[in-house]
């Protein structure tokens, strides 16, 4: 009976204690998964602050978008270096049948990825003679700064039948040209009629002048430029155009991802779009990319739901070259933090999150109401085998009595009486750890 009541009692004390301990784990691994690095640092959008402005200190740059697959399936787009995938929190070897070395190496690039832009000298205006023989046409440049933003201005509209030098302000110190944007004016996508009737069109041929900064001539800065969407470029600096309102013709450099999908990694909702050749159509923020499924993770951190995964600078070269700006760094995920968190960005941290999840009222509640299951289980455990010794040497004690009177010291009565309790306790023990190891 003092056995049997062991093994309930420890057994439940066990089961307490390492149920307690899991409860515990699962806030730290909930916390890692939400916030896989210590610092994550995202654009406040009370106060639009671009995240690469307002951070000082090392970080990893991180593009984090959404979209969706053509069977309707949404996902949460994220563009991370290859190299630091290994070094995330909140992985679990169950998440994928690769481990995390394996899978940065299945999505990393072999050769320089980034986003490639012509250099442009110090100065403050751009200006660029143009001329064209169809329809007028809205040109707009867009210029990258030296921590990787990129806005758009407007360069002026050239019509048809003379030469116009088309100009506008650089903003910023250092700039570097992505890319021209041909556009139709007076409808189209400056001033749609709606997508109802007869829609606007613009054709012709473009021919574009050496481009100047602050009076700088830059003969070579149009070389090794192509035109997409509904630009095509031809011999002697001319860009034939056919646009429309939904088709966007850009001017721009020949990227070394041009022709090439995206390799991502891919949860199996979004997977399951691809085709025979793993090859998945991805819209993401509406712009289509082709992307290529190189392995399939069940899950990736910092994501709730279906995810695609891809290298930062394959995937921010691509996003870059359909519409300059989508593939601009938007968080930075670090492991320290100098001095105070500015207060431009929101700035999450994994001790925060783990502080919320272990100060929500069921949890503690849990938490308590197991460590006292737990110390209650272990004090009767004690008191139970204590009653049980004492009701030995009650029930025994002629037997006891017996001994003594045929020689038995008072020693060897005592160590007979905690043998027999050692006994005891053995069975209960044993028995309690199995339980609690079944529990």
């Known amino acids: 009976v003092a056995a049997t009541f062991l093994v309930a009692s420890i057994g439940l004390a066990l089961f307490a204690a390492v149920y307690r301990s899991t409860l515990l784990t699962g806030q730290v691994d909930e916390a890692a998964y939400a916030v896989p690095a210590p610092y994550i640092a995202a654009e406040d959008l009370s106060q639009l602050v671009p995240v690469l402005h307002a951070w000082h200190g090392p970080a990893t740059e991180v593009l984090r978008e959404t979209g969706n697959v053509p069977a309707g399936v949404s996902f949460g787009f994220l563009g991370l270096p ?46 660029l003679p143009a001329a064209t023989t169809g329809n007028l046409v809205a040109i707009r440049a867009f210029f990258r700064s030296p921590v990787g933003d990129i806005v758009g201005v407007p360069l002026g509209t050239v019509r ?34 709606a997508g109802t009737g ?21 003969p070579q800065l149009f070389a090794n430029w192509i035109g997409t969407g509904g630009a095509a470029q031809q011999s002697n600096g001319k860009v034939r155009y056919s646009l429309t309102p939904d088709l966007v013709a850009r001017f721009r450099p020949r990227q070394p991802t041009d022709g090439f999908p995206l390799p991502v990694l891919a949860t199996p909702g979004v997977a399951s779009a691809a085709g025979p050749d793993e090859i998945v159509p991805l819209s993401v923020e509406g712009e289509t990319i082709r992307a290529h499924i190189a392995a399939v993770v069940t899950r990736f951190p910092s994501i709730v739901g279906e995810a695609v ?6 995937a921010a070269a691509i996003l870059d070259t359909r519409s300059p700006g989508l593939g601009t760094t938007n968080e930075l995920w670090a492991q320290t933090l100098r001095g105070r968190a500015p207060t431009t960005v929101e700035v999450t941290t994994r001790a925060a999150v783990l502080a919320d999840l272990r100060a929500d009222p069921l949890a503690r509640g849990a938490l308590l109401t197991l460590a006292a299951t737990s110390l209650l289980a272990l004090a009767l455990a004690l008191v139970g ?16 009595f017996d001994m003594e009177a045929q020689g038995a010291s008072p020693a060897t009565l005592r160590m007979h009486l905690r043998l027999r309790a050692l006994l005891v306790a053995a069975f209960g023990v044993v028995g309690a750890v199995a339980t609690g190891a079944v529990l």
């Open 82 to 127: 290859a190299t630091a995938l290994p070094t995330i929190g909140g992985w679990r070897s169950d998440f994928s049948r690769s481990s995390l070395p394996s899978l940065a190496a299945a999505i990393a690039p072999t050769a320089d990825t980034s986003l490639v832009t012509a250099a442009l000298p110090a100065g403050s205006s751009f200006r």
């Open 160 to 193: 048809p039948g003379r030469s116009t030098v088309l100009s506008g302000a650089i903003p910023y110190t250092h700039a570097r040209l992505v890319s021209l944007e041909l556009d139709i004016v007076n409808s189209g996508r400056i001033t749609a009629n």
């Open 198 to 218: 007869l829609q606007p069109s613009a054709r012709g041929s473009l021919r574009l002048g050496t481009p100047h900064v602050d009076g700088t001539a830059l």
């Open 309 to 314: 995964i891809a290298d930062r600078a394959t």
């Open 385 to 400: 085998l204590i009653l049980g010794v004492v009701a030995d040497r009650r029930d025994d004690q002629g037997e006891l």
